[in-house]
């Protein structure tokens, strides 16, 4: 398959799928790797204290002191998730000649491959992170396909994060 093609997939992608790959982003707080491969972020230490229960009928009461929140920062060991799929290159030129082919094909591709980078990288697009994206599929040069061979092109989901191991512990 050609660039052109390749390229007019792109924008069919994008065109469908760029508010849903925000939607599985949302919850990632921006964070650059660093040199060393880790994320710096935030660790977060409720310190004791802050809470009195008051009997129904006191006249006085006095407040204790409330609970001091501690925030340092920390390097997060990071984690890149990736999950590859390929489809026939045949399919593709007929989605290219059919937009609702396209749609059709893709959403069943792109559900399940989701549903499936969920599952194996066990986690989702609910839970706070820090990092680069929790779910992509943009390539560096902002195409989403490439050519594995004659026969396919590939998609490739991927995801890098911190973890909430700390680095060097």
């Not at 469908?16 to 972020?41: D, I, M």
């Amino acid at each position: 398959m050609n660039q052109e093609k390749i390229d007019k997939l792109t924008s069919m992608f994008k065109g469908r799928y760029s508010k849903l790959f925000l939607e599985l982003n949302k919850n990632v707080y921006p964070a650059a790797l660093t040199q060393a491969g880790t994320y710096e972020a935030p660790a977060i230490n409720l310190g004791s204290g802050g809470f009195v229960v008051v009997p129904e009928k006191a006249d006085a009461f006095q407040l204790p002191p409330p609970a001091v929140v501690d925030i340092s920062t920390l390097a997060h060991k990071a984690t890149l998730s990736v999950y590859r799929v390929a489809i026939p290159t045949a399919e593709l030129n007929i989605a290219l000649e059919k937009p609702e082919y396209f749609n059709y094909l893709m959403d069943r591709v792109l559900g399940e491959s989701i549903a499936r980078f969920r599952e194996m990288s066990k986690t989702n697009e609910n839970v706070l992170r820090f990092g680069t994206c929790f779910c992509s599929a943009d390539l560096p040069n902002g195409g989403v396909f490439r050519v594995l061979n004659d026969d396919y092109l590939e998609l490739r989901l991927f995801g890098q994060w911190a973890t909430n191991e700390i680095a060097g512990v």
